[in-house]
């Protein structure tokens, strides 16, 4: 059984950039969900996909996008980059029940 | 609202027990979970309750009042490799900011 993958596992973007990483669910789960991290705070829900659809979204700017793909793999765009974007990304799957979490993405935005 | 409350740093010793407690107010949702998260890795699961009572997992338990809003995660016999943070968060995706907790010999 594979289990979440996300990549790149570090980036490092200039204010005002765009960046787009990416998140293959564990087989089976059709839900993913996205986090943001930033550090010594809990995980900040982004939003979540289920069937490729977006199912709920948090306190976040539209400039932060998403995408769900038939195979439930998943996309987190993030438009005109801030200094404050800097976080570690976290992708999740599920079937509704315990996330199961990827390793993240750090971003940093100089 | 979903506000989620835990401490937000707390100590103990090698072969204890520690109960990290989690408040919150909120409407709609049934049961709470239970993440672990060591530093520098992505959060793990733990526990889930759905019902109000103790659920035990080995060395972890976890305990529901639904009607209090209140839940805690008792951790016994603390090994070292148990200091990490510690999250609740209820079904409705929203986490606490979570408690970290610190293992010493």
């Known amino acids: 059984e594979t289990g979440v993958t996300q990549s790149p596992t570090h980036l490092i973007k200039t204010r005002g950039q765009q960046v787009t990483l990416r998140c293959s669910s564990q087989?089976?789960?059709?839900?993913v969900s996205w986090y943001q991290q930033a550090l010594g705070q809990g995980p900040q829900f982004i939003f979540q996909?289920?069937?490729?659809?977006?199912?709920g979204r948090g306190n976040f700017p539209p400039r932060f996008s998403g995408l769900q793909f038939p195979n439930y793999s998943s996309e987190l765009n993030v438009n005109a980059l801030e200094l404050d974007d800097s976080a570690l990304y976290l992708c999740?799957?599920?079937?509704?029940?315990?996330?199961?979490f990827g390793n993240g993405t750090r971003l940093t935005v100089t | 609202g979903q506000n989620i409350d835990q401490p937000t740093e707390m100590t103990a010793t090698e072969g204890a027990i520690v109960q990290i407690n989690c408040t919150y107010q909120?409407?709609?949702?049934?049961?709470l979970f239970w993440y672990q998260q060591h530093a520098g890795e992505a959060p793990t699961f733990l526990s889930y309750?759905?019902?109000?009572g103790l659920e035990e997992k080995g060395r972890f338990s976890s305990f529901l009042s639904r009607s209090k809003g209140y839940s805690y995660l008792l951790l016994k016999e603390l090994q070292m490799k148990d200091s990490a943070s510690y999250l609740c968060?209820?079904?409705?995706?929203?986490f606490g900011a979570g408690t970290r907790l610190a293992v010493h010999p």
């Open positions: 999740a799957s599920s079937t509704g029940g315990p996330l199961h």
């Open positions: 087989s089976g789960h059709n839900t």
């Open positions: 996909y289920y069937r490729e659809e977006e199912n």
């Open positions: 909120t409407s709609g949702f049934n049961g």
């Open positions: 309750n759905v019902l109000d």
């Open positions: 968060a209820p079904p409705k995706l929203i």
